[in-house]
Nanobody, 115 residues
Framework: QVQLVESGGGLVQPGGSLRLSCAAS????????MNWYRQPPGKERELVAT???????NYADSVKGRFTISRDNAKNTVYLQMNNLKTEDTAVYYC?????????WGQGTQVTVSS
């Protein structure tokens, strides 16, 4: 069955870095656009970054220059490198795969940025 399993979250101080991973199985990973979303406490889920099947990447303005999305089709894994983290980056981070009409979500991983 389809699975997206995120890992790499945790507690980090402001200015620190984390690398999230999302391991996919049960579908043809290379044929799907991959996204990272996040949901801060008490707020709605928002799109953070996108990696298309052609390798194009896009970012929310709030993370441009600090976050980098990448994908390894050989490992069926998408990554989110997060640098210079800020307290407002605190959220549950989710990966999503999409190839219309199929959309799959992971279970999320908590990222907390606090001193």
């Amino acid at each position: 069955q389809v699975q997206l399993v995120e890992s790499g979250g945790g507690l980090v101080q402001p200015g620190g870095s984390l690398r999230l991973s999302c391991a996919a199985s049960g579908f043809t990973f290379s044929s799907y656009t991959m996204n990272w979303y996040r949901q801060p406490p008490g707020k709605e889920r928002e799109l953070v970054a996108t990696a298309t099947i052609g390798g194009t990447t896009n970012y929310a303005d709030s993370v441009k220059g600090r976050f980098t999305i990448s994908r390894d089709n050989a490992k069926n894994t998408v990554y989110l490198q997060m640098n210079n983290l800020k307290t407002e980056d605190t959220a549950v981070y989710y990966c999503r795969s999409i190839r219309w009409p199929n959309i799959y979500w992971g279970q999320g991983t908590q990222v907390t940025v606090s001193s």
